[in-house]
């Protein structure tokens, strides 16, 4: 939700500085548009394929709304697992437990590995597979953005230069050149908004919700492991701890 109101709030400023200084009419300009934000995605398209175009709005705003689980409660929710587990000694428990885990299909798929016998090296293997996979294909979207982001200012600069023939070819007929200005400022001020508050914010917020879900994975993947081959959970919370960052440590068993 940071994602969304941190970029509302910069539109909304950006909106209310060009609303108290006069007419907002005037910040339109179908040119600008035109050049600037469907030359950005036309540009930018050439370096991807275009099922990967169609499928990013989608698979950023799952990585928004999904990857941006706290690691240290993802700890405590595997550990939870793995006592229960220890306690019961039980497949079928695990099984019973599948459904509830319908919100983090990794945890889910790597659960019912173990349900399903597979070995504890095995299910490490495949979730490790499965977790780059994942990775590869968020990291996919960040490139996009970040493409777009360099590309925005540049087609605004081509507006600009646009606009500053129109107006030096115009300069016996000083009614066309108003128009012609506006153009070459607008653009540039399309391409700035476009990289600045849109791709280059998302392409950040999108990087750094794949690491933390890779984290998360790792996690769910040790957990799996660790319950697969019976271990004591006091051994599962240490090795989770190895790769949880200082401030997100559990002490599970200190309760």
Known sequence: M???FGMLA?????????FLGGSPMAFINLQGILIVIFGTFAVTAISFRLTEMVSLPVNIWTLLRHGQREAGEEAVKVMKIAVEARKHNDVMMLERLLPKLKDTPFLM???????????SDEIEQIMRREASTASARHMRSVDFLRRAGDVAP???LIGTLIGLV???????NPADMGPAMAVALLTTFYGAVMAHLVFIPLAAK??????????????YSMGATSIRRSENPRRLEMLLNTILPPANRISFFKK
Not at 10 to 18: M, P, S, T, Y
Not at 166 to 172: E, F, T
Not at 206 to 219: D, W, Y
């Open 2 to 4: 940071s994602t969304v």
């Open 10 to 18: 910069a539109f909304v400023l950006v909106a209310g500085a060009i």
């Open 109 to 119: 798929k790597a659960l019912q590995l173990v349900v399903d016998g597979a070995q």
């Open 154 to 156: 540049a087609m605004g």
């Open 166 to 172: 129109r107006m030096l070819g115009n300069l016996d």
């Open 206 to 219: 999108t990087e750094h919700c794949t690491s933390e879900e890779a984290l998360v994975n790792n996690l």
